[in-house]
Structures are given as C-alpha cells and as structure tokens.
C-alpha cells in the first residue's frame, strides 16, 4: 500500500516536472505585461488578457511565418511519404542487387549530423538558385526526413504478408491496381505515423531553416518568431509565449486526430497464421 | 484434351534448382495434387501456373496459350492461397467482388453473381463483416468465394485446409470433392498432406526435390510406386524398407538382408544382382509362422488395428498391422512372413526405381498366380 503511495507520487512528480514548463507558457501568455516581472510570481494570472495573442495577430508578421510553416511542413510531409512510400515497396518486394545495401546507406547518411550537411547543401541550393525560398527548405528537409521515414515504412511494408499482393494480382489488378487496391490501405497506419513525424520534424526544425532563409517571405515560424521576439537589448516574453502556444496547436490538433489511426488497424486480420 | 501442360519447366532461384524439368500432363476437368514434403518445389510449381513466379526455362501452357509471359490476371485462373489472403479492410462481399470489380463486371450483374456465390458457400448472413470478424473455416469459405465467382478456366489451390482443425477440415475435403464434381473444372491442389492427396485427386504428382517423382492415380501411386522415394513417403505407417542384395539363382531372384531372405519373379527385366532395396508395407506382413525372427519393441492400438513395430536382428524395424483384438506385450518373440507378392524391389539409392513388372503386364499375372 505504501510502495504504492510511493509510486504514484513519484509518478505524479516527474509528469509535474515536465508539464510544469508547459503549464508556465500558457500561463504567461494570458498575463498582462505588469504581472509578468512581479515577485514572488503569481501561479495563476490576477487579470486575464489575450492581449498579446492580439498583438502577435495584428501588429506582427505571426500569420505570414505561420502560413509559411503550414505549406513547407505540408508540401515537406506530402513529397516524403510519396517517395518513402513507393521506396519501401521497391526495398520490400523487388529483389535486385545491391537491395540491402542501398537501404543501409540510406540509413547512413540519417546518421550524419545535419551541421556536416548544411554548408554543402546550402551552396548547392544557391546554385540553383533556390536560397531564400521554401522550396529550398521543402529540399533540405526532405533529406533528413527521408531516411527515417524509408527505414519506419519499410518495417511496415515488410509487415503486409506477399499473399495479399499476389491475390490481387491473381484476382485480375495490375501491379498499381494491387498497390492501390491492397498496399496502401494496409499500410494506412505506417503511412500515418511517418506523416506525423515527417510533420513534427519539419515543424520544429530550426537551424537549416536559420542558415538557408534570410527573408521574411520564406521565413518559417521558428526563426521568425525568435527573429522577431528576441532582440539584443530585449526578449518579448509574453509575446514569445503566446507565439509558443499556437506554434503547438497544429500539433495537438494532427495528434488529437490521428492517435486513434495511430493504433488501429495495426495486425488486421485476413491473413491466418 | 490437355487442358494445362508444363514442357521441360524450370525454376532457379540463383544457384538454387526449384524446380528441375517438370512434364505435366493436366487433362480438362481433372483433380491434380502436387505432392511432396516441404521445400520439393510443389509450391513454385503453382505459382508458376498462376504467374506470381516465371519460369527460368520450358513452356507453360493453359489451355492452346503459352502463358510464360502472361500476367496472371489475364491466365483466367483463379487462386486460394494457404493463408487465404481475404483483404482485411474490405469486408466479405467486397472481397468476393474483387476480381469481379478488376475485370470491370457492371454493377449490377457483380451483386448478383456475388449473392449466387455466397448463398452457395452460405455467407450470406455475412456479407457486411470483415474477415478478421470471422472464424477460420469461415475465412476458407470466404477464399474460396472469390475463387469461385467468375467461374475460371483453372482453379489452383495452395494448401487451403492446413490451417483448419482436424475435424473441419475433414469436412472441408468432402466439400471440395463435391464441389469439383459440380463444376467440372480443372483443379490444381498442392499439399504436404498424403491423405488429402489420396482421398480428392483424380491423379497425384509426387514430387521431391524440385523433380516429379511420379504422376499416376492415388490407387497406382500407392500400390505401384515409382521409385523408392515415393514408395517410403506414401502411406502411413509407412512402407518397411530393407537394404539388401539382389542375386538371381534357377530361374528367379533372391532379395536377402540380415535375417530376412524373399525369393520373387516378378522383376523386370532390367534388373540386375547386387546391392538393392526390399519394400514391404505393414499389410504386407503376416505375424504366426515364418521365417523371420524377432523381438514386439512397440504397439500402437488405434482402436481398429494394432501397429506393431518389431526388431529384427540388431538394429532392423519392420512395422506390421494387426487385428485389434490380438493383444501385444513389449519384449514378446514372433515370427514374420513377408507376402513376397506384395513386395517392392528397387535399385539401390535414395531414389532408386522400383524394378517390379507392372502389376497389369502378364509376366506378372503368371508370377502372381
């Protein structure tokens, strides 16, 4: 009973410790500026405001960084899990040479820092003439994503038995028809996951987008927000924190939604054994 | 007419023979098993057939078409794999409309086609459920469904009752037979499984390392198997084989073994002295009187019969069959006789032919007699 007592308060403590941090942003947000500084701190605001979500609305380019962030992870996600898609069913069904090691290679350079990566991407995309533009982001983000993402489809692709591809064949589909038909709603689930991730990765991510985009117009919101927020002399920190929880809300809401295709369908029945 | 033909067939699979010069006559409406033990290559066999597999070399033909390069939606087969295969997010009726969809069948005519088909295997009750909503015999059914519902050219299935219980699958094998009565339709079955083979096909291709072995009736295969590999892996208990040596001594041919000598004339004409293999089934060994000495290492009661397993000599076992009333002790002597009309002879090796005269040829007749 005691051991218990014991486990649940240590249980409750670590989750305290890492929602506390959270608790604190979204509490700092909707305090007024005059009772942000004061001593000791209040836990929960005196005067409630939103205020600042109001400011970083209207007096901001807030929404402009948004809405670059909403299609460079969307068109990021969406060229990921097509190729990693159709590369796990390449790695997968078709035997040829080489097979193994191309996927391990892939995974390789998953394991290259991105810091090694940066410079020599970012001069061939100014070669391109891609610099300063999401496109060159959507780029940059795709080869560190894509990796990851090829490795976690294949572990799914692998898991869908050949029998139901052949059936389909048998049953008069071609190749694609099968594919379309067979795989993918089987592979719904995986797909899922890595979409998320792929999203998540290029949501959050922070230093290529800092080294590849120096202007306003492709400027995603993690550096827009610090770029704008964090000066030399000052760091608006109710802005900073209201700027942090929308950043969150496109998370919570693509997790809210898809937790539950997260975990069903996985060992779908059909296939005996 | 020869409905479906392999001519000198082969399968690689890199340095790997799976199949090795495979010649298979399949006439219409015939019931084929392929039979043989894991990895004999009955298996790639069928999926050569069905086009998921293409054959390295030879000539597959359905019907008056080469189907080598042929798609297998366009070979007009249809296929029940051993793991059923049903696609688990379409629910049955989808599933047996499947490959009426892929063939562009109007709507209407499909549902209808559907319905005949699923009252048949009686699904209909079921239409709406998903397959992992269903018990296993239930998901056969379903397989089988889809198989069924355009009514093709050449049915293949690919071990589809292993994965029932005893019992149902029992059931499930006088199903098929009826239904293959019914249709009318070339079947191609493979199976690991002797009796199945035995009790539904019309003819059995018994095959063994990627080579037939033989291609006859269940009756033929039984009774005159081709070679010694045939002869050990038909039947149950299986037949006793013995090692041993041939010489021909006035006239006829003397089989001898460590206590055991069986004098026959019924060999072919190629046969020749030396080293040689005597094969007697169980039915083939009568217990009282005989020549042979030895010592009831092992009884089996099955309710019907006895099994008895006996050691003769230092280390050779013959199994033999009684009646279930006669009662057996472990360490108790008896006498053997082996039937030398029910004996095989073969040449010495793994798959050493079988050198009996056929039993319809009248050498034999007279040597019977």
Not at chain 1, 13 to 23: C, G, H, K, R, T
Not at chain 1, 59 to 74: A, H, Q
Not at chain 1, 161 to 180: Q, Y
Not at chain 2, 103 to 129: F, H, I, N, S, W
């Amino acid at each position: 009973m005691l051991r218990k007592i014991a486990f649940n308060l240590f249980a409750w403590s670590i989750v305290l410790a890492v929602a506390f941090p959270l608790f604190w942003m979204l509490v700092t947000s909707v305090k007024p500026q005059f009772e942000l500084f004061r001593r000791p701190p209040t836990m929960l605001p005196e005067t409630f405001t939103l205020e600042h979500y109001w400011g970083l609305l209207t007096e901001t380019k807030f929404l402009s960084y948004f809405w670059n962030s909403i299609i460079l992870s969307t068109t990021t996600t969406v060229v990921v899990v097509a190729i990693a898609t159709i590369g796990s069913y390449s790695l997968v069904r078709f035997r040829y040479r080489g097979r193994e090691t191309l996927a391990f290679l892939v995974l390789f350079t998953y394991l290259l820092p991105s810091v090694v990566l940066i410079l020599p991407l970012y001069l061939m995309l100014v070669n391109l003439g891609l610099s300063n533009t999401i496109t060159s982001l959507v780029i940059a983000y795709t080869t560190f994503a894509l990796p990851y993402a090829l490795w976690l489809l294949r572990s799914f692709m692998a898991g869908i038995p050949e029998d139901l591809e052949s059936a389909a064949l048998v049953d008069g589909a071609s190749r694609l028809g099968a594919f379309w038909d067979v795989i993918l709603p089987q592979l719904l689930p995986g797909i899922i996951s890595t979409a998320l991730f792929t999203f998540i990765l290029s949501w959050n991510e922070y230093l290529y987008a800092l080294v590849l985009v120096n202007s306003d117009e492709a400027r995603p919101l993690t550096t827009g927000v610090m770029n704008m927020l964090i000066s030399s002399f000052n760091i608006e920190w109710s802005l900073l924190m209201a700027a942090s929880v929308m950043m969150s809300v496109p998370l919570i809401i693509a997790f809210a939604f898809l937790q539950s295709y997260l975990t069903r369908g996985f060992g779908a029945g059909g296939v005996k054994g | 007419m020869a409905d479906v033909v392999f001519s000198s067939v082969q399968k690689q699979f890199g340095s790997f023979m799976a199949v090795d010069n495979l010649n298979l006559d399949i006439q219409q409406g015939e019931f084929i098993s392929l039979l043989g033990p894991s990895g004999c290559g009955k298996t790639t066999t069928l999926r050569m057939l069905a086009g998921l597999e293409f054959p390295t070399g030879g000539e597959i033909k359905i019907g008056d078409r080469v189907v080598n390069d042929v798609p297998p939606g366009e070979r007009d087969i249809a296929m029940v794999f051993q793991s059923y295969a049903l696609y688990p997010h379409m629910s049955v009726g989808q599933n047996i409309s499947y490959p009426l969809k892929k063939r562009r069948v109007p709507k209407a005519e499909r549902a209808a086609m559907m319905a005949k088909t699923a009252e048949m295997l009686q699904l209909t009750p079921l239409l709406d459920r998903k397959p992992k909503e269903l018990s296993g015999g239930q998901q056969q059914r379903v397989a089988l469904g889809r198989a069924l519902v355009r009514d093709p050219k050449v049915f293949l299935l690919d071990e589809p009752l292993s994965n029932l219980d005893a019992k149902l699958r029992g059931h499930m094998r006088t199903e098929l037979i009826e239904l293959h009565q019914r249709l009318g339709r070339t079947m191609v079955y493979v199976t690991h499984d002797q009796l199945e083979a035995m009790t539904m096909s019309d003819r059995i291709a018994v095959m063994e390392g990627g080579k037939l072995q033989q291609f006859a009736p269940p009756k033929d295969v039984y009774r005159e198997p081709a070679n010694r590999f045939v002869a050990s892996f038909i039947g149950t208990p299986g037949m006793n084989i013995v090692d041993g040596a041939l010489r021909h001594e006035g006239g006829r041919w003397i089989f001898e073994a460590p206590g055991i000598s069986v004098g026959t004339q019924n060999l072919g004409p190629e046969t020749r002295p030396g080293n040689a293999a005597m094969g007697i089934r169980p039915e083939g060994l009568s217990f009282g009187e005989g020549p042979i000495e030895g010592i009831v290492q092992l009884v089996e009661q099955t309710g019907h019969e006895n099994i008895v397993v006996v050691l003769v000599g230092t280390d050779m076992r013959l199994t033999g069959r009684t009646a279930a009333d006669r009662v057996w002790r472990a360490g108790e002597s008896v006498q053997l006789s082996i039937d030398s009309n029910q004996a095989h002879f073969f040449e010495d090796g793994p798959n050493g032919i079988r050198l009996n005269r056929p039993l319809s040829s009248p050498g034999n007749q007279e040597a019977a007699q």
